[in-house]
């Protein structure tokens, strides 16, 4: 029942970087064939070699494949027509391309939230959208969407971002129902703030509040959240989280997602009421950090008044 890596095809979308980038070497150290798909060329290239360098055979492809998979739907499915002649059919989908803009619903633009939308959800409708014709027609296939913790929970600053990011799940929850008797698995990945390219540049304009309740899990390493990733899509696991406040979170979403095993339905029936409890406390300490700092503001706003 898991994928066989070896000698399978994976198209990572965003793998010239970050996550995306772990998770096309953690796939490339198993075996597999790769095509990453992004836009930036130079980046492209970059990655691709030091993917090549954990290679374990002779045989093994890197391709790139430079495309902005949020635009126009026509151009992503040509793209991987392309992938599919050099390389076969694709045997895992990874949609990783994505990105973040924090700030207050007052102060982000509205084309940020159309911004978003596009590149974190419909860039991961239409590269899905082009593989899984085949996939269920071969019985066989993986779809990996990356979601993120602020796609289980809403929180200051994100209000573009996480509505981007539930929006995976309701197309993944939808989607697997659909494609389950063909054998065909989805996997939603809910990382936490992790170390990467892409974090660095969402910090550079993150509110204080939105820093200081994200800080409530710690920073992980995007090898660290590749490895869980890869390993749950293998499985063919519907969740994909990491770390204890990973754990909690998904249990405590859970709601009609689909469930892989015995075991993680009745951990889900038996814990639901403690992290439900666990939860408020921590709902209660982001209120006051956002009522702080608010009194923050004013303090400093009136000092500066004043002065
Ligand atoms: N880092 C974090 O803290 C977390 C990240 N995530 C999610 O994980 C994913 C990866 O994040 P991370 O590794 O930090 O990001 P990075 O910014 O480091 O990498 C993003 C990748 O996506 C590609 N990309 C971005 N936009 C497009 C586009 N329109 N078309 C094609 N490729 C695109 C980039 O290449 P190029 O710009 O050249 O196109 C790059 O390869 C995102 O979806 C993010 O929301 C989730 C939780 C936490
Ligand atoms: C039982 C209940 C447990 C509750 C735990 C609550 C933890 C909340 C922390 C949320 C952190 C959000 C990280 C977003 C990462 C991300 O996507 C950005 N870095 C964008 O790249």
């Given at each position: 029942k898991p994928l066989t890596l070896p000698g399978a095809h994976v198209v990572v979308t965003g793998g010239s970087s970050g996550i995306g980038k772990c998770i096309a070497i953690e796939c490339y150290k198993q075996g597999a064939f790769i095509t990453l798909v992004a836009r930036n060329e130079d980046k492209l290239l970059q990655a691709k070699k030091e993917i090549e360098m954990h290679s374990i055979n002779d045989k093994q492809v890197v391709l790139c494949i430079s495309v902005d998979v949020s635009q126009d739907y026509n151009q992503v499915e040509n793209v991987i027509k392309q992938a599919q002649e050099k390389l076969g059919p694709v045997d895992m989908l990874v949609n990783c391309a994505g990105m973040a803009v924090s700030g207050k619903f007052e102060d982000l633009e509205v084309s940020t939230f159309e911004r978003l939308m596009s590149i974190n959800y419909l860039g991961s409708v239409y590269p899905s959208r082009a593989v899984i014709t085949t996939m269920k027609e071969r019985r066989v296939g993986r779809i990996v969407f990356v979601s993120s913790q602020a796609g289980q929970l809403g929180l200051f600053g994100f209000t573009a971002y996480s509505a981007s990011k539930f929006a995976i799940r309701g197309l993944a929850e939808a989607l697997q129902m659909e494609v389950k008797p063909y054998n065909v698995y989805?996997?939603?990945?809910?990382?936490?703030?992790?170390?990467?390219?892409?974090?660095?540049?969402?910090?550079?304009?993150?509110?204080?509040?939105?820093?200081?309740?994200?800080?409530?899990?710690?920073?992980?390493?995007?090898?660290?959240?590749?490895?869980?990733?890869?390993?749950?899509?293998?499985?063919?696991?519907?969740?994909?989280?990491?770390?204890?406040?990973?754990?909690?979170?998904?249990?405590?979403?859970?709601?009609?997602?689909?469930?892989?095993?015995?075991?993680?339905?009745?951990q889900q029936v038996?814990?639901?009421?403690?992290?439900?409890?666990?939860?408020?406390?921590?709902?209660?300490?982001f209120d006051s950090i956002v009522r702080r700092c608010m009194m923050q503001r004013e303090k400093s706003e009136n000092a500066d008044k004043t002065a």
């Open positions: 989805i996997t939603v990945a809910y990382p936490p703030d992790t170390d990467t390219p892409g974090f660095a540049e969402e910090n550079r304009t993150k509110p204080l509040e939105t820093r200081l309740i994200s800080e409530t899990t710690s920073v992980c390493k995007p090898e660290q959240v590749a490895k869980q990733i890869v390993k749950d899509a293998i499985q063919g696991n519907f969740n994909s989280s990491l770390g204890s406040d990973g754990y909690m979170l998904s249990a405590l979403t859970c709601g009609m997602a689909p469930v892989t095993s015995i075991t993680e339905g009745l038996v814990t639901m009421g403690l992290f439900r409890t666990i939860a408020l406390f921590y709902l209660g300490s």
